[in-house]
C-alpha cells in the first residue's frame, strides 16, 4: 500500500465548463506504478467519454485517508473515490456516500456480470454504497522451495494441528522459522474466528470476547518461545521487507495478490497454500474487494456512475491494470486479462479454487470505527510482540481502544 508521489490534484467539487464538458474528481491509493496504469486508464476514459474530464488525486495509503477524512469533514471530498470495507459504514453514518442504485436503476452503471462473491460487496442496508473492482482473498505464501526440502505439502482442508507440525519440521529440519508470525494479522484472526462462528466485526462492533482475544495472542506468544514463528524483533528490524522474503520465515498469511511482492524482495520461489481449518472443512474465507465508491455532494453523479461503471467493466481497462487492483471483479475484465506470468496465474487459479470449493462466505460490512479498531489491534499486537506489553495488558488495551471507536 504505501507510495510515494502526489499527482496534480483537482480542487473544489466537481464542476462544469466550457462546452458542457463536466470535471470529475477521482482519488485513490497506491504506488506510482498504480497511478501509472489508473492514469493510463482514464486517458482511455476521457476518449470514449470526450464530455467528461477526470482530475486525480492519489497519495499512500495512510496519508490518503487522513486527507480524505479531512475534505469529507469540510463537505469537499473527491467525486469518486477508491474505498475499502472498513470504511462503508463509517462514511455512511458521516452522510457521505452516494447511494449508486439510483443512477444503476437509471442504466448508467451495470451491476449485473460481477464474479461469484463480489455481487453485493458493496451493498449496506439495500443500498449500494460502493463498486468492486477487484476481488482478493487470504492466503498463506510459502518459500517453495523451503517446503519442498522438508517434504510438505499443504493441500485444502488442512488442520491447524497440521499446519503448526509442518512449521516445527521446518524449524527442525531447515533451520528457519515456519512463519512470519501472526500476532498481528487481523484479517487471519476473523478468518479464524469465523471458522468457530464468530467474526472479528459485526455490523455494530466487535463479535469476540477478551478470552478469545488472550487465547489467540497466547498461541502467538508460544509460537514464538518454541521457534515455529520468526523472532518479532529481527522482524521488525528488516521491515518494510517481509520476513518471508528476508528468509526469517518460510510462509506469512497475507493477501493472495500481495504474492508479486515476495517475488520482487526475495530470491526464492513463492507460491500459494491454503487456509488452515479447524475442522477440516471450513477455512472462514471471503473475498475482499478494493471498491469504488461516489461522494453524496457530487454536483455529477451520472458521469460518476459512467466513470465507475468503465473501470469496472471495460475489458481495456482489464488489460492496462492487470492484477494490480486484485482479481478484475467483473467477468468481462476477467476473461479480458489472461495474465502469462506464474505469480499471476497463480492468484487466479488460487481464487478460481476458493469457488470451485465453494469455501467462501459473505462479509459483513464493518461497523462505523472498523478502521480505527484495526490500526489499534496492528499497533498494540506489535507492542506486545516486541515485549512492550504483556498478553494481558495488550488485550485490555485494545478492548478499551475499541470501545471508544464504536462508542460504546
Known amino acids: ?187 487471519l484472526y476473523d478468518l479464524y474466528l469465523r471458522q468457530h462462528g464468530k467474526a472479528f466485526f459485526t455490523a455494530r462492533g466487535l463479535g469476540f470476547t477478551e478470552a478469545d482475544l488472550t487465547d489467540w495472542w497466547t498461541k502467538a506468544f508460544t509460537g514464538v518461545r518454541s521457534g515455529i514463528y520468526a523472532d518479532p524483533k529481527k522482524v521488525s528490524q528488516v521491515k518494510p521487507k517481509s520476513a518471508l522474503a528476508a528468509e526469517l520465515a518460510a510462509s506469512e498469511f497475507t493477501w493472495d495478490n500481495f504474492t508479486i511482492r515476495y517475488t520482487s524482495e526475495g530470491k526464492s520461489e513463492y507460491g500459494l497454500a491454503p487456509i488452515p481449518t479447524t475442522d477440516g472443512k471450513r477455512t472462514g474465507q471471503y473475498l475482499g474487494s478494493l471498491m469504488l465508491s461516489g461522494s453524496k455532494r457530487t454536483k455529477h453523479p451520472k458521469e460518476v456512475a459512467q466513470f465507475i461503471n468503465f473501470m469496472v467493466h471495460d475489458p481495456e481497462v482489464a488489460k492496462i491494470m492487470g492484477y494490480d487492483r486484485g482479481v478484475p471483479a467483473t467477468t468481462a475484465q476477467y476473461e479480458a486479462f489472461k495474465p502469462t506470468d506464474p505469480v499471476n496465474q497463480q492468484i487466479a487459479a488460487y481464487e478460481q479454487g476458493l469457488v470451485d470449493r465453494g469455501v467462501l462466505e459473505p462479509i459483513t460490512p464493518h461497523p462505523a470505527g472498523a478502521d480505527v479498531a484495526e490500526a489499534a489491534f496492528l499497533r498494540i499486537a506489535e507492542e506486545m510482540a516486541l515485549g512492550e506489553r504483556t498478553v494481558a495488558e495488550a488485550v485490555g488495551q485494545f478492548f478499551s481502544e475499541s470501545k471508544t471507536a464504536f462508542g460504546a
Request: charged share 25%.
Open 1 to 187: 500500500m504505501a507510495a510515494l508521489g502526489l499527482t496534480a490534484a483537482g480542487c473544489g467539487t466537481g464542476s462544469g465548463s466550457d462546452g458542457g464538458t463536466v470535471t470529475i474528481r477521482y482519488a485513490w491509493w497506491g504506488s506510482d506504478d498504480r497511478a501509472k496504469r489508473i492514469n493510463q486508464s482514464i486517458a482511455l476514459f476521457e476518449k470514449k467519454f470526450p464530455k467528461i474530464k477526470v482530475k486525480t488525486d492519489f497519495q499512500p495509503y495512510l496519508d490518503f485517508w487522513k486527507k480524505f477524512n479531512t475534505q469529507a469533514s469540510g463537505g469537499n471530498p473527491p467525486d469518486v473515490f477508491q474505498n475499502a470495507i472498513g470504511f462503508l459504514r463509517k462514511y455512511d453514518a458521516k452522510n457521505v456516500l452516494l447511494d449508486l442504485k439510483e443512477q444503476a436503476d437509471a442504466g448508467h452503471l451495470q451491476l449485473e456480470g460481477f464474479r461469484a462473491g463480489l455481487e453485493k460487496f458493496g451493498e449496506v442496508d439495500g443500498r449500494l454504497l460502493g463498486v468492486p473492482v477487484g476481488s482478493n482473498s487470504m492466503a498463506l505464501v510459502v518459500d517453495q522451495a523451503v517446503y519442498r526440502k522438508a517434504g510438505i505439502t499443504p493441500r485444502p482442508g488442512w488442520t491447524w494441528d497440521e499446519f503448526h507440525a509442518a512449521l516445527a519440521k521446518i524449524r527442525d529440519n531447515q533451520g528457519r522459522a515456519g512463519d512470519s508470525g501472526m500476532y498481528g494479522v487481523m484479517y
